[in-house]
């Protein structure tokens, strides 16, 4: 009970409790199981005793209290001695059941910085500023619809500054774990002097109140009434387009008044139409540098499969990567399984040994993408888990299988959006190898030719 900080302006029933600015600090806008806080129990007990902490069952009216979830499983349990059930949904981040306690900091606030500095000096095109303006003077929630490679994330620091300076906090969530990673060092570099931090599997559980936090949305399920603003990143992706519990999620993690302003290069039809419709959205259909976005050639790959199977490397599929590789040029090949991609793999790396393959599961992911940027390695074998979030300079891009269902039109814009990116190299090939063209690839070629043609008039 070391540190302690004496509150004066509680209501004078309580004799000016303590309150310890490391628990605050922690539990400001958290929802945590009480076994897991990392502090002394006869510290949290303290809190709870003078109402500086909130405590609430795990389990209410048959549903998980963190996630919302009813898929109880029932048990019996060591802890309460008897017959319990805990949450399917929500197990991986700790086990919530009818005997748990949650617990929620409902002490003074904490007061934030009102003068937060953005510390990025780039200039916005002419384009972007627009939407920047036509966000920040509604204070409704937002669509920003915006192409690959518009720059977007530069977009984002002006709304998260103008947030910030009015002592909220902010959160910028995404589906994608890939994005966190990728985000963070751009975060923290156009907020030096704020407190930024990213909340992801496998990150930990940082101690620190920030008032800027990253976070994929499925962290978001240990948050609750805190943000005043969040930025859902690639709110089209998946798991979050399909997942419930992840939406959820989100609207759990917000303030009552707080806004939401979605940022996508491909939202759904529904979307669109909504947020047009309330006149909170959005469009900016050119690239930052200028240039079309690439459009994907399509080319036949027949029995690509059986090929493979076989070891054999299609022939267009191997002076394709020669070619890469004699242009030096780094390049990411989609498969549409992690089985055909480790098939194909011994097969392309007989061309070069640096290549390698990745998918979600793979630990060294961030790395290789990195020996990619540095050019270490020169090509990427993939599936979807890279369709976003990805820049990389001359990056050439190739689907084997572009027919297959899991390339449905929004992965094919995402993943030909991976191309080009760079106001130096501002083109590159997109290839579509495929066994028979579906109505998918047909629908995001039209799309991003419709895109080229709009963002004439609109960029
Ligand atoms: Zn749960
Ligand atoms: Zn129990």
Redesign the pocket.
Known sequence: MKKLMRIRHLPSKIPFPLVDPQLQSFLSGRIWLEDHLPFLNQTIQYHIKYKLIERQSGIQQKRCRRCHSQHLYPFF?S??Q?P?SYCLDCFNMGRI???SQLVQWTGPKIKQSEQPKMTWNGQLTPAQQRVVNECLAMSTDYLIHAVTGAGKTEMLFPLIESSLQQGKRVCLATPRTDVVLELLPRLQQAFQKTEVQAFYGGSGHPKQYAPLVLATTHQLLRFEHTFDLILVDEADAFPYSYDKKLQYAVQKAKNEKARTIIVTATPTKKQRQLYLHNKSYSFLARRFHGADLPTPQYESLWSYERKLRKGKLPKKLAQWIQQCLQQKKPFLLFFPTIELMHIALPLIQAYDASIQAVHAKEELRKPYVQQLRDGQVSGLLTTTILERGITIANLQVAIVGAERRIFHAHALIQISGRVGRSKEMPTGQVIFYHHGITKQMDAACDEIRRLNEIGDDNG
């Open positions: 349990c802890k309460c008897g319990c059941s009818n005997c």
